[in-house]
């Protein structure tokens, strides 16, 4: 015989009631997990984010109003007499004169310094157009209303000599239109060079002239004999001549030390094709 099933057993209403008071309970359990004390909730967080908002807020009012602080002292000073231009001073010239670099900068005692900061890229254009052995220039102000020039200047790398009067020749190339007499310190006289190609390069043949050698080099002129329009003579410090090529002497005057000791006295050396030298006559 089959047992008796009791009513109820398998009701699918009484197993529903089961189920949902399984997950209420289940779900007042992690309720109150969420509500122990120390743990953060919404509530309990309200208060921070309020701090953390009030303190934003407190820190960008002190940084607006130190930058309005700031941006009105500067103003007022570049409004009062005190921004005015009372001393200007020049640095760092050796040959071109304080008051010629101060002329050109077309800056004077009075001027507005805010004025000059803002327009300091044409002063510096207005100097190097009008004295061309200047480098590079830096404006500075010192002690809120000075002004210094700091300059640097092109080295003379030689003279050219065109019709008895000499010319400075500047490294980046540049020939001064400054005539002298004669030429100063130790860079060497150009002559005979008529034309401004022949000068450029004899101008590349001493800066590949070893150190040592270009101390010795007193002039350098384009003599274009032989039928060569890049023939030169050197003329040295210590009484000797070179003869050569302005595309070749530059791999040959490197001997030049080891000839002058085989000589016997002062003499000329001829580079230009192979190399052999002859010694100056002297008069009985």
């Known amino acids: 015989m089959k047992k008796e099933q009791k009513p109820g057993a398998h009701d699918p209403l009484q197993l529903l009631n089961i189920w949902r008071s399984y997950q209420l309970k289940r779900w007042k359990k992690e309720r109150r997990k969420r509500l122990k004390p120390g743990r953060p909730t919404i509530s309990n967080q309200l208060p921070q984010f309020k701090e953390q908002r009030s303190a934003k807020t407190k820190w960008r009012l002190a940084v607006l109003l130190v930058v309005f602080t700031v941006g009105t002292v500067i103003s007022l000073y570049f409004m009062s007499p005190s921004s005015d231009i009372q001393q200007l001073a020049v640095s760092g010239t050796k040959s071109v ?3 010629q670099v101060i002329n050109a900068s ?7 310094v805010l004025w000059q ?15 061309p052995k200047i ?4 404006i500075k102000v010192v002690q809120y209303n000075q002004i210094n020039l700091s300059v640097s200047e092109y080295q003379t790398v030689g003279y050219l000599v065109r019709e008895k009067q000499y010319y400075p020749i500047l490294e980046n190339g540049q020939i001064l239109k400054t005539k002298m007499t004669q030429s100063l310190g130790s860079s060497p006289v150009y002559s005979g060079f008529k034309n401004d190609k022949y000068l450029k390069q004899g101008l590349k043949l001493y800066r590949d002239f070893p150190k040592s050698i270009q101390s010795a080099v007193s002039e350098i002129r384009l003599t274009a004999g032989n039928n060569n329009p890049y023939q030169i003579h050197l003329y040295m410090n210590d009484g000797n001549e070179v003869i050569g090529d302005l595309r070749t002497l530059a791999t040959k005057i490197k001997y030049y030390p080891v000839l002058v000791k085989q000589m016997k006295g ?6 230009e094709v192979g190399a052999y030298s002859k010694l100056f006559e002297t008069s009985k």
């Open 106 to 112: 077309q800056i004077s005692l009075g001027d507005n």
């Open 266 to 271: 002062k003499g000329q050396l001829d580079l």
């Open 135 to 138: 480098k590079q220039v830096n």
């Open 117 to 131: 900061l803002m327009h300091e890229k044409e002063t510096k254009q207005r100097i190097q157009t009008k004295l």
């Open 97 to 99: 004169p304080d008051q």
